[in-house]
């Protein structure tokens, strides 16, 4: 079964807690603390693996998680490293934050997308020796891996994409040129499920042809099969329209032209402007004045034209050799780019309480609302530093912290941030 879209969970692993722990050998005097860190928790990745090309496996398991960092140890042992989960998906799926919408990558190059970062491993208790705290006797916890919930839409990578109304021979056409064995018969939705083939044309490098199923009238409303796989088409840097040039079912070929285009344009007014070629399909059953006509109305609009006969292969070898060429011309396969997170405004943040320990005159802050922001911040340019700054201020995290009894000089740790406090 072809599934192109998919929802699930991922949880990345969590670092594990540094070590209390006091170096004892003998003949060593006053050996110290030697708490060992915490080993980082695994990352949840996706990658992409030529040998998928469904969704399907995501129907039946749901839930994906990276191993936890281990616990810090004595002698200055740290905790191993969780072991990341390694999710693969097709080529060209895209990875969706499924609570905001945000489109967080495309899948589409051989490079690892990190969904889901594991949390670092807390520090152990040898960090927090200073010459008046020789015996610190508290240690960092590790921090929680990150979780979402994940949507995955998978857009096909093609180069050329077949579009028409149903049975107007698009499965033919495929077969006929490549290596793709569709499922050809005379009747409507006889293509259930996109299929790829691979075409090498005489001119130009080879490319890849994508049957999309049967666009009808409605489509991007809906209607049929177009509104699920008309996704598909947004890659492709060239449209094939095919047209059944006979009107053997009883349309108006010209009719069907335009119809296709309109729901081309309402799914995604892009498509609109994408270079498109028109092949006429079935020419040993239309007339000569109905070939004269459709041929003469796709001159006048400014459409490359080809009559066919894909069962025979008759003028498939011109039309795939012009393909070849004109997609030399053209931008490679279109890749979406990822949108940045937004970061919520200080003033709409809810939830706002912290939890603050004193150990020792270093001041733990400690609040899931203010770890999830935390990581969105980009700490190395001026605006994230101004922005952590009105974080704190404006959602009483300074207030807190006073009425905790810091004091100017202290150590603040916020998770694997630290900083001296100031007035």
């Given at each position: 079964?072809?599934?192109?879209?998919?929802?699930?969970?991922?949880?990345?692993?969590?670092?594990?807690?540094?070590?209390?722990?006091?170096?004892?050998?003998?003949?060593?005097?006053?050996?110290?603390?030697?708490?060992?860190?915490?080993?980082?928790?695994?990352?949840?990745?996706?990658?992409?693996?030529?040998?998928?090309?469904?969704?399907?496996?995501?129907?039946?398991?749901?839930?994906?998680?990276?191993?936890?960092?281990?616990?810090?140890?004595?002698?200055?042992?740290?905790?191993?490293?969780?072991?990341?989960?390694?999710?693969?998906?097709?080529?060209?799926?895209?990875?969706?934050?499924?609570?905001?919408?945000?489109?967080?990558?495309?899948?589409?190059?051989?490079?690892?997308?990190?969904?889901?970062?594991?949390?670092?491993?807390?520090?152990?208790?040898?960090?927090?020796?200073?010459?008046?705290?020789?015996?610190?006797?508290?240690?960092?916890?590790?921090?929680?891996?990150?979780?979402?919930?994940?949507?995955?839409?998978?857009?096909?990578?093609?180069?050329?994409?077949?579009?028409?109304?149903?049975?107007?021979?698009?499965?033919?056409?495929?077969?006929?040129?490549?290596?793709?064995?569709?499922?050809?018969?005379?009747?409507?939705?006889?293509?259930?499920?996109?299929?790829?083939?691979?075409?090498?044309?005489?001119?130009?490098?080879?490319?890849?042809?994508?049957?999309?199923?049967?666009?009808?009238?409605?489509?991007?409303?809906?209607?049929?099969?177009?509104?699920?796989?008309?996704?598909?088409?947004?890659?492709?840097?060239?449209?094939?329209?095919?047209?059944?040039?006979?009107?053997?079912?009883?349309?108006?070929?010209?009719?069907?032209f335009d119809t296709i285009n309109e729901e081309l344009e309402k799914f995604n007014p892009e498509l609109a402007g994408r270079p498109m070629i028109v092949a006429g399909n079935k020419c040993d059953l239309a007339s000569d004045e109905q070939l004269a006509a459709f041929e003469a109305a796709m001159k006048e609009r400014g459409y490359a034209y080809f009559p066919l006969m894909a069962p025979i292969a008759h003028g498939t070898d011109e039309?795939?050799?012009?393909?070849?060429?004109?997609?030399?011309?053209?931008?490679?396969?279109?890749?979406?780019?990822?949108?940045?997170?937004?970061?919520?405004?200080?003033?709409?943040?809810?939830?706002?309480?912290?939890?603050?320990?004193?150990?020792?005159?270093?001041?733990?802050?400690?609040?899931?609302?203010?770890?999830?922001?935390?990581?969105?911040?980009?700490?190395?340019?001026?605006?994230?530093?101004?922005?952590?700054?009105?974080?704190?201020?404006?959602?009483?995290?300074?207030?807190?912290?006073?009425?905790?009894?810091?004091?100017?000089?202290?150590?603040?740790?916020?998770?694997?941030?630290?900083?001296?406090?100031?007035?």
């Amino acid at each position: 079964m072809f599934v192109d879209k998919a929802i699930i969970k991922i949880k990345a692993g969590n670092g594990g807690d540094g070590a209390v722990a006091f170096h004892r050998e003998k003949f060593v005097a006053a050996g110290g603390p030697d708490g060992g860190d915490g080993g980082k928790g695994g990352s949840v990745l996706f990658v992409a693996d030529d040998g998928i090309n469904t969704l399907s496996d995501f129907r039946y398991m749901r839930k994906y998680a990276a191993t936890h960092g281990e616990n810090g140890g004595t002698n200055r042992c740290s905790g191993r490293n969780g072991e990341d989960c390694v999710i693969k998906v097709p080529r060209g799926t895209l990875v969706y934050d499924n609570e905001t919408g945000r489109l967080m990558a495309d899948i589409s190059s051989d490079e690892p997308f990190v969904a889901a970062r594991g949390g670092r491993g807390g520090w152990g208790n040898r960090h927090f020796a200073t010459a008046t705290r020789q015996v610190p006797r508290f240690s960092k916890p590790g921090i929680p891996g990150e979780q979402k919930e994940i949507r995955l839409e998978l857009k096909l990578l093609a180069d050329v994409g077949l579009v028409g109304f149903p049975n107007v021979g698009k499965s033919t056409l495929i077969s006929v040129v490549s290596e793709a064995k569709p499922e050809i018969a005379n009747y409507h939705f006889t293509t259930i499920t996109p299929v790829l083939g691979v075409v090498r044309p005489p001119i130009g490098a080879a490319f890849v042809m994508a049957d999309i199923p049967g666009v009808i009238e409605g489509a991007s409303e809906g209607v049929g099969l177009g509104h699920e796989f008309l996704r598909h088409v947004e890659r492709c840097r060239m449209l094939v329209h095919i047209v059944d040039v006979a009107g053997s079912e009883g349309r108006d070929p010209l009719a069907d032209f335009d119809t296709i285009n309109e729901e081309l344009e309402k799914f995604n007014p892009e498509l609109a402007g994408r270079p498109m070629i028109v092949a006429g399909n079935k020419c040993d059953l239309a007339s000569d004045e109905q070939l004269a006509a459709f041929e003469a109305a796709m001159k006048e609009r400014g459409y490359a034209y080809f009559p066919l006969m894909a069962p025979i292969a008759h003028g498939t070898d011109e039309l795939i050799r012009h393909l070849g060429i004109e997609l030399g011309k053209l931008p490679p396969i279109r890749r979406f780019e990822a949108e940045a997170e937004v970061l919520p405004d200080v003033d709409t943040i809810e939830n706002r309480g912290v939890n603050i320990q004193n150990r020792d005159g270093v001041f733990f802050v400690e609040a899931q609302w203010l770890l999830n922001i935390l990581r969105g911040i980009n700490f190395a340019d001026d605006e994230g530093l101004q922005y952590f700054e009105r974080l704190l201020q404006g959602t009483g995290v300074i207030d807190a912290l006073r009425e905790a009894g810091v004091q100017e000089g202290d150590t603040v740790s916020i998770y694997d941030l630290e900083f001296e406090f100031v007035n």
